[in-house]
């Protein structure tokens, strides 16, 4: 069964206003311990239904395995990061999300859990650079029965197109927006 068929989609974008952020926080596992309101009402499930969940509940059949890596990979260096994330809501419903994901450190500097705020994205950056890079990345994840072959092949891909235009993935993502 392929990464796809594994979830319910129904092909329906939803979108939340520019003005609203999405917010959450974490513990070290990534189960959700704050869930905002914007947050709560796009996802389509309760607060009690999100709350000790895994933040992957919104995980998106089309989100590159290698883009998660990265995130993870940065935030547990307690270095922040901006990622452009398409998320999955309770009923398949989809919606894409520029993010800013950062560690939140404890009084020692030890992490002790992780913060995202997530804004409305550019849509023509989404449609004409997102999706396009998206798909190559999962394409190439998915040429692999073994998973974690299938992340560190899209996780080369990525880093051989961050290489090309000599920038860092960040740099890439502010260049967007410019």
Request: charged share 30%.
């Amino acid at each position: 069964m392929s990464e796809r068929q594994k979830y319910y989609v129904t092909g329906t974008e939803v979108f939340f206003k520019p003005e609203e952020i999405i917010v959450s926080k974490t513990d070290l596992k990534g189960r959700l311990i704050y869930a905002n309101r914007v947050f709560i009402d796009i996802s389509g499930y309760t607060e009690e239904e999100l709350l000790e969940q895994p933040h992957s509940i919104l995980r998106h059949p089309d989100m590159p395995r290698c883009v998660f890596k990265l995130l993870w990979d940065t935030i547990e260096s307690k270095s922040e990061i901006f990622a452009y994330v398409i998320n999955r809501c309770k009923n398949g419903d989809h919606y894409w999300v520029l993010a800013h994901v950062t560690p939140s450190l404890g009084p020692n500097g030890e992490i002790n859990g992780y913060h995202s705020n997530r804004r409305v994205p550019d849509p023509a950056i989404v449609k004409d650079t997102i999706i396009p890079l998206y798909t190559a990345l999962r394409e190439e994840e998915e040429k692999h029965s073994n998973r974690k072959d299938g992340m560190n092949a899209g996780t080369a891909m990525l880093e051989a197109v961050l290489k090309e235009k000599g920038m860092a993935y960040d740099e890439l993502i502010f260049a967007l927006q410019s």
